[in-house]
């Protein structure tokens, strides 16, 4: 198992395939993507090699993650070729759900375990407001879908934000009132590209895990290995909250995940100041060798991000690395 100097362990990958989106979301890529240059992502032999080294390294849990994943057309083969890999027990995908409906089956086929869709505003307007797309409805449609599908868990992800849903708390307790579905408030981080946008919007957590605890919402006990997200769950309620709130205290202290990038660089922190390439190995190296190299690379992981001194390392914006 995989562990670095402050004895945290990493089960999980958050692997990147792609870092093109077509979505405009304002506090990601409220530009669009815009590509400076030929990108040469990860190829699929190139995912299943990192897949078996990682699973090598006691990894149980690969999430795909981008950019927007369902843009590459190979998605299901990488869904598949991860679940097959010896070791690896959960596949995991965070998308916008452009075309969720559409989608969906050939990734269950593919064998998925668990998806995060992406979804900052129940209302329509706001919705494309944010996002740049009017595509709500497909969405809700599809994660109707994906709830009906067995053994599927289903979570959504919204990022607060002051000027848009931070005081749309009922909206989303109503919908989630008969919805079996976790629905988790990220507070927003600020990035090399989004200052501006986070100074005017960042809103804690702590508003909304009150408002809860005042609606008679009760924390949910937490596993040794889960991450970082406090839930909160009510007996009249189907749904689930989740708070994922980076700048807390301690926030830190349970990480168990690492990161790699769509060009292949593995990123021990979300906010870390660089990538360690692996591209040459996985070209070169048996899974083994690459995962001794990974090993050693541990001894760089830091207690923590610098979020609360304004320090984003690389990361210009999260469609870089996938959230
Ligand atoms: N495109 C996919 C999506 O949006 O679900 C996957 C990639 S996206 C970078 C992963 C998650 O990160 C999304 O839930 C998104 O809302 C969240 N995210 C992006 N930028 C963020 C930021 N600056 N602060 C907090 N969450 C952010
Ligand atoms: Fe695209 Fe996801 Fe970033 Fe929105 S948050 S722009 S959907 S990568």
Same mark, same amino acid.
């Given at each position: 198992? +995989?562990?670095?100097?402050?004895?945290?362990?990493?089960?999980?990958?958050?692997?990147?395939?792609?870092?093109?989106?077509?979505?405009?979301?304002?506090?990601? +890529?409220?530009?669009?993507?815009?590509?400076?240059?030929?990108?040469?992502?990860?190829?699929?032999?190139?995912?299943?090699?990192?897949?078996?080294?990682?699973?090598?390294?006691?990894?149980?849990?690969?999430?795909?993650?981008?950019?927007?994943?369902?843009?590459?057309?190979?998605?299901?083969?990488?869904?598949?070729?991860?679940?097959?890999?010896?070791?690896?027990?959960?596949?995991?995908?965070?998308?916008?759900?452009?075309?969720?409906?559409?989608?969906?089956?050939?990734?269950?086929?593919?064998?998925?375990?668990?998806?995060?869709?992406? &979804?900052?505003?129940?209302?329509?307007?706001?919705?494309?407001?944010?996002?740049?797309?009017?595509?709500?409805?497909?969405? +809700?449609?599809?994660?109707?879908?994906?709830?009906?599908?067995?053994?599927?868990?289903?979570?959504?992800?919204?990022?607060?934000?002051?000027?848009?849903?931070?005081?749309?708390?009922?909206?989303?307790?109503?919908?989630? %009132?008969?919805?079996?579905?976790?629905?988790?408030? &990220?507070?927003?981080?600020?990035? =090399?590209?989004?200052?501006?946008?986070?100074?005017?919007?960042?809103?804690?957590?702590?508003?909304?895990?009150?408002?809860?605890?005042?609606? =008679?919402?009760?924390?949910?006990? %937490?596993?040794?290995?889960?991450?970082?997200?406090?839930?909160?769950?009510?007996?009249?309620?189907?749904?689930? &909250?989740?708070?994922?709130?980076?700048?807390? %205290?301690?926030?830190?202290?349970?990480?168990?995940?690492?990161?790699?990038?769509?060009?292949?660089?593995?990123?021990?922190?979300?906010?870390?100041?660089?990538?360690?390439? +692996?591209?040459?190995?996985?070209?070169?190296?048996?899974?083994?060798?690459?995962?001794?190299?990974?090993?050693?690379?541990?001894?760089? %992981?830091?207690?923590?991000?610098?979020?609360?001194?304004?320090?984003?390392?690389?990361?210009?914006?999260?469609?870089?690395?996938?959230?």
């Amino acid at each position: 198992m +995989l562990q670095d100097s402050f004895g945290r362990r990493f089960y999980y990958l958050r692997l990147s395939i792609t870092d093109v989106c077509n979505f405009r979301c304002q506090y990601c +890529l409220p530009d669009g993507y815009t590509c400076e240059h030929d990108r040469d992502f990860l190829t699929l032999a190139e995912i299943e090699k990192l897949a078996a080294t990682f699973a090598q390294l006691g990894t149980e849990k690969i999430r795909i993650t981008g950019g927007e994943p369902s843009l590459r057309k190979d998605l299901p083969d990488i869904i598949r070729r991860c679940k097959q890999t010896p070791g690896i027990k959960q596949v995991a995908i965070t998308t916008n759900g452009f075309k969720l409906p559409e989608h969906l089956p050939a990734w269950l086929d593919a064998g998925l375990d668990a998806i995060n869709i992406s &979804i900052d505003s129940l209302d329509p307007k706001q919705f494309q407001l944010i996002t740049g797309h009017n595509k709500l409805a497909t969405i +809700l449609t599809g994660i109707d879908q994906a709830l009906a599908a067995p053994h599927l868990t289903v979570k959504v992800n919204t990022v607060l934000m002051r000027g848009f849903n931070g005081d749309h708390l009922a909206q989303f307790l109503a919908w989630v %009132k008969d919805k079996p579905v976790s629905l988790r408030f &990220i507070e927003l981080m600020q990035t =090399g590209d989004n200052a501006t946008f986070f100074d005017q919007q960042h809103v804690s957590g702590d508003t909304i895990k009150q408002a809860l605890l005042n609606q =008679g919402w009760m924390p949910a006990l %937490k596993d040794k290995t889960a991450g970082p997200a406090q839930e909160f769950y009510h007996p009249e309620y189907a749904g689930k &909250i989740g708070l994922i709130m980076p700048y807390s %205290k301690d926030f830190c202290a349970s990480c168990n995940r690492l990161r790699i990038s769509s060009l292949g660089k593995l990123h021990l922190c979300l906010f870390a100041e660089q990538g360690h390439e +692996l591209r040459h190995l996985l070209a070169n190296e048996t899974a083994t060798a690459i995962a001794s190299e990974i090993t050693a690379l541990m001894a760089d %992981k830091k207690v923590s991000h610098f979020l609360q001194d304004r320090l984003t390392g690389a990361t210009k914006h999260l469609a870089m690395l996938g959230g």
